[in-house]
């Protein structure tokens, strides 16, 4: 291919606020584009959505770093833990995914999903509890970020006292911007992480409940089916994809609705579309973003176009989720659009073990701030609201005024 690659201009706000005019023109120009993302680490990325949805389940397309030729993306892993880093089923391929995913995925189920919902809505109610007599707010603070964080929490029985801790630590792990994170931030941020999750797993296991964390020690000391630096890296990956694609559906979808106040209104008089509404706001503004990263374990053709062994190809989900031939009229919000097959949450072996619990987070965060925020509107021009960098997309801050109320439910 003989474009010469795109640099995504993570150091433009304008391309932070707004990244969709660039995305559509990399997909017009070609299934297949070659881009500098996030790091300066060169991608070839697969723009369309029939492309992106093989892709995903291409065994030729690897989840583990090793395969990469760029050596940065191993660096970038503290030097002493890239094993253990490594040793979680995001980063795996079959059979050490299989096995892995199975330990985790019955405390995912829709079933065991959904009878969280009490809890989800209480924890979501208390916190917004805080701010419905004051008018204001800044939704990430004060419910996109304490609500997933809380709910995780709860369900691998760890306190989330430390929660802003975590969440700093947690920052320095991301790559953020057009350069690698240093990696003495990242080894610095990686102990403190480990020394965190240990103690929890020491705390579980001697008193251990009815959590998934000590279903997880049990399968190490017990069952022998998980080694100790997959007990590590699971429990991290837990925690961290736990929350922070959570966090970022709810600003981003609550976004989207100020932007099109037709759409908030109509999903104020019809609650009963808040399902279809969260898989719109991750079709049309999802929490990956440019999309979902493989390596190439071989010259693979996508598109005929051929990838190089060890290229790293960026599966643009959030490209191909406004593919118009896949989705009429993409860039428009539509909180009733039927048939929504997004690719937000990938698809095929890795798809998001989470989603279940993620949607249902979306959809009472945004129902609860929908019924009791009336008035709701943004305090600050939308140019004002500042994005996350990288990977992973969101607003950093959401201010909102709203009519004040008694507090009452």
């Known amino acids: 291919m003989s474009q010469q690659p795109v640099l995504l201009p993570y150091s433009d706000p304008a391309f932070l606020a707004d990244p969709f005019p660039l995305y559509r023109r990399l997909r017009e120009d070609g299934p297949v584009r070659r881009a500098v993302i996030a790091g ?10 029939e492309d992106g949805l093989a892709a995903l389940s291409d065994p ?7 395969d990469a030729s760029d050596p940065r993306l191993i660096a970038q892993l503290p030097e002493f833990e ?6 979680n089923m995001l980063r795996s391929d079959p059979p050490d ?4 995913r199975r330990l985790v995925s019955k405390a995912f189920t829709a079933r065991r999903v959904n009878g969280l919902r009490p809890r989800v809505q209480a924890i979501t109610d208390r916190l917004l509890d805080s701010v419905v007599p004051e008018g204001r707010a800044e939704l990430v603070a004060d419910l996109a970020l304490p609500l997933p964080v809380t709910v995780i ?12 801790d975590f969440q700093r630590w947690t920052d320095a792990l991301l790559v953020q911007g057009e350069e690698m994170t240093d990696p003495a931030v990242v080894d610095e941020a990686w102990q403190h992480m480990r020394a965190y999750v240990t103690k929890h797993l020491e705390t579980k296991r001697a008193r251990p409940g009815d959590d998934l964390l000590s279903a997880l020690i049990s399968a190490h000391d017990q069952e022998q089916r998980l080694n100790h630096d997959e007990l590590i890296a699971t429990t991290f990956l837990l925690l961290v994809a736990g929350y922070i694609t959570t966090v970022n559906l709810i600003g981003s979808g609550i976004a989207a609705l100020l932007a099109h106040p037709d759409q908030l209104t109509l999903l104020r008089e019809r609650p009963e579309l808040l399902p279809g509404a969260v898989e719109e706001f991750l079709r049309y503004d999802g929490p990956v973003s440019p999309g979902i990263a493989r390596f ?10 051929t990838v190089p062994r060890g290229a790293t190809v960026l599966i643009a989900s959030a490209i191909a989720d406004r593919d118009p031939d896949r989705f009429p009229d993409p860039d428009s919000l539509d909180v009733t659009r039927p048939d929504n097959g997004h690719l937000a949450f990938g698809h095929g072996i890795h798809y998001c073990l989470g989603a279940p619990l993620a949607r249902l987070e979306g959809q009472i965060a945004i129902g609860t701030v929908l019924r009791r925020l ?5 305090a600050v021009p939308p140019s ?4 996350r960098p990288g990977g992973l997309r969101g607003p950093s801050r959401l201010p909102v005024t709203f009519a004040p109320e008694d507090g009452t439910r």
């Open 40 to 49: 300066g680490v060169e991608a070839w990325l697969v723009t369309r959505y």
């Open 60 to 66: 030729r397309l690897s989840s583990d770093v090793r």
């Open 82 to 87: 890239r094993e253990s880093m490594m040793s």
């Open 97 to 100: 995914h299989t096995r892995l």
């Open 153 to 164: 929490g709860e369900l691998l029985g760890v306190p989330v006292d430390d929660r802003h």
């Open 296 to 305: 190439a374990r071989e010259d693979v053709e996508i598109a005929g176009v």
């Open 374 to 378: 009336p008035d709701l509107t943004l």
């Open 384 to 387: 004002e609201l500042g994005w």
